[in-house]
């Protein structure tokens, strides 16, 4: 009966300094505030249009290679899967497989995992620290000094343990918000990992798609100079012929092999290009070139969108994941500015010890064994050779580097857009410029060859008819390939959908709150308290 009631005692006292400590805290927690600026978002630049002379409702008009319309929508949505807009299956299946593997992808979302446990990690700052111990030590006590514990009656009774379990409560109450700051600091950085990690998954996806293109591409000029090198090997048989005849000279023949050899030069690089394609599409899917999945792309297989989303430029600064990456280091940079303040200021530390001491082990807990101690400590900086202030001049410089770097981030965006904008409005003029220069290229190259074969025409105007359809032939191409290519830059300049893959969950983009479409609307720039 005696021990239980001696129990406790002991656990009522051992809370005594607990509640203490609790008092405090929240008492000094309640009159703390965070010192240094309160970052507020910056506005959204006051322009509205993307160039100086706006874009037409209609991008495109059908060409006479069979392309279709492209129109402006002004202030339409972009899908988070806008590439499915080409309704190519292919193409989808390899930007999943992209999305799942891709190494650089997994890179930016593990480190977006490290920037969200170190700013978990952070917050541990608002919670005392409390840790435990237990220690058990055997010793002998001199007989020429005092006595220990219980005056041995015998000699052999100097030798004698101590056994102490104790708590250890600490914390550092953040009267001036050094914690809080430094918190703040922590879910910025977060932040930009997070809208770095979706540029990432951006910038994959639309390489992917251009990669396609591209390969697309170089499979058709490939084609078009195959078809080139046998119409010259065509007419290099009947220069022979026509030379051991004496109908023509060898000086015609020489330019004709000539011609053969350059078309011929030309089919390697390319090659060497379409091999090269093939590698990086492999690589943007996680494989080794030599486990290159045998895909092949045709342009005639890839549809263009009919609609194409114009963000309003008020929104494009919520969009783009590269601004909003920009804010959040300014955000960062804000807060770090109060924890170089704060840290000049003097610091309150708080800490409690509960615990008991005995003899032997079945006597730890017994009445008269306990002991407490409660404490707090006031330091503040006098001399530190200047190092705190210039490292608060220091953050404030970072700042306005954050902010101007902000700044330029938010004009390479626009100048982007503008500059997929203009592009887009000349693609559909210059596919069909090149589709009427082929077919016109063609039918010359035709007639020559019959004027040539009977007679009527020197082979030199057949020599200039064949270059002529072989620019022609190519500039086609690539001007089918510009149009898909720029298409797909217009999505990823407007910021690429992220918004609607994080809202669905589908990706490590969504954040802790619930997503909201990206606004027009905007704070006013930071202020400092």
């Known amino acids: 009966m005696a021990s239980t009631v001696g129990r406790v005692l002991l656990a009522r006292a051992q809370r005594r300094p607990v509640r203490h400590l609790l008092a405090a805290v929240v008492a000094l927690a309640v009159a703390g505030c965070a ?5 507020k978002q910056p506005a959204a630049p ?3 249009d993307y160039t100086a002379k706006p874009v037409t409702s209609t991008a495109a008009t059908p060409d006479l290679s069979g392309g279709e ?121 977060e932040q930009a990992v997070r809208f770095q990690m979706i540029a990432t998954r951006i910038t994959l996806s639309t390489n992917v798609v251009a990669a396609a293109v591209q390969q697309a591409s170089l499979r058709a000029q490939i084609e078009a100079t195959h078809e080139l090198i046998a119409i010259n090997a065509h007419m290099v048989k009947i220069l022979k012929y026509q030379l051991s005849k004496g109908y023509a000279g060898r000086l015609d023949l020489a330019a004709q092999e000539s011609q053969l050899a350059q078309v011929k030069a030309s089919l390697p690089p390319l090659q060497t290009q379409l091999a090269q394609q093939d590698d990086a599409l492999a690589v943007l899917v996680g494989r080794f070139p030599s486990q290159a999945q045998a895909e092949r792309f045709e342009l005639s297989s890839l549809q ?70 409660i404490g707090a400590d006031l330091a503040a900086p006098i001399f530190h050779g200047g190092s705190l202030l210039h490292q608060e001049r220091a953050a404030k410089a970072a700042y306005v580097q954050a902010a101007e770097q902000y700044r330029g981030t938010v004009l390479t965006a626009f100048q982007n857009v503008a500059d997929t904008l203009a592009a887009i409005e000349h693609d559909a003029e210059g596919l069909k410029a090149a589709a009427h220069a082929a077919d016109a290229a063609k039918v010359t ?13 020197g082979y030199l105007a057949l020599l200039s008819a064949e270059q002529g359809y072989q620019q022609a032939r190519i500039a086609l191409v690539q ?34 709150a619930p997503v909201q479409p990206p606004s027009s609307q905007a704070s006013t720039p930071p202020g400092q308290r």
């Not at 020559?448 to 074969?453: I, L, W």
């Open 35 to 39: 010192v240094g600026p309160d970052f």
């Open 46 to 48: 006051d322009v509205s």
């Open 69 to 189: 319309s492209q129109q402006f929508t002004r202030g339409g949505d972009i899908p988070a899967d806008w590439w499915t807009l080409f309704h190519s299956p292919a193409l989808n299946a390899l930007i999943e497989q992209a999305l799942a593997h891709n190494a650089d992808l997994k890179a930016a979302q593990a480190a977006l995992t490290v920037a969200r446990e170190s700013s978990k990690a952070g917050r541990g700052a608002y919670y005392p620290a409390v840790d435990g111990g237990f220690s058990a030590t055997r010793q002998m006590q001199s007989q020429q000094v005092a006595p220990g514990p219980n005056y041995p009656v015998v000699p052999q009774e100097y030798l004698y343990s101590f056994f102490t379990p104790q708590l250890s409560i600490s914390y550092v109450p953040d009267v001036f918000g050094l914690n809080r700051r430094s918190v703040e600091s922590l879910q910025a950085q």
């Open 304 to 373: 263009l969108p009919r609609e194409l989303p114009l963000s309003l430029p008020s929104a494009l600064v919520e969009q783009r994941p590269d601004v909003r990456q920009a804010q959040a280091n300014m955000h960062a940079a804000s807060a770090q500015i109060g924890v170089a303040i704060a840290n000049r200021l003097p610091n309150i530390s708080l800490s409690a010890n509960v615990g008991s001491t005995a003899v032997a082990i079945n006597q730890v807990f017994k009445a008269g064994t306990g002991f407490w101690s």
């Open 445 to 457: 190259l035709d007639l020559s060859q019959r004027q040539y074969k009977d007679g009527y025409a």
């Open 479 to 512: 001007a089918q390939a510009s149009r898909y290519a720029d298409t797909a830059a217009l999505f990823q300049a407007l910021g690429g959908g992220w918004w609607h893959a994080a809202a669905a969950g589908k990706s490590d983009a969504a954040p802790a």
